[in-house]
């Protein structure tokens, strides 16, 4: 099994900055590539931004120049840092995690998991 505990989250004024990780555990033979998502009330999931295993990254135009997303592979944590943040990216932050697992008998087998989410505030 693989477990993602997001963290970091919280309330903010706007123009304030939050860092939000995502730690993956469990038997992981590797991580491919690690998205972070938003959704607001009433409103689809959007991607915000990504990471893939060569290090390669991603942004949605509406954060680029203030999110970045970095990842440490020791730790298996993908971070996101939030600057500057608007009171309309209040929202619920989901990372996903895509890679390869190992089962019990040692088997690789590929795996895709969403974090528990973690609610940002941003208050103007």
């Not at 998991?113 to 609610?119: D, E, I, L, P, R």
């Amino acid at each position: 099994q693989v477990q993602l505990v997001e963290s970091g989250g919280g309330l903010v004024q706007a123009g304030g900055s939050l860092r939000l990780s995502c730690a993956a555990s469990g038997r992981i033979f590797s991580i491919n590539g690690v998205g972070w998502y938003r959704q607001a009330p009433g409103k689809q999931r959007e991607l915000v931004a990504a990471i893939r295993s060569g290090g390669s990254t991603t942004y949605a135009d509406y954060v680029k120049g203030r999110f970045t997303v970095s990842r440490d592979n020791a730790k298996n944590t993908v971070y996101l840092q939030m600057n500057s943040l608007k009171p309309e990216e209040t929202a619920v932050y989901y990372c996903n995690v895509g890679g390869i697992r190992l089962r019990p008998e040692g088997v690789p087998e590929p795996f895709d998991y969403w974090g528990q989410g973690t609610q940002v505030t941003v208050s103007s």
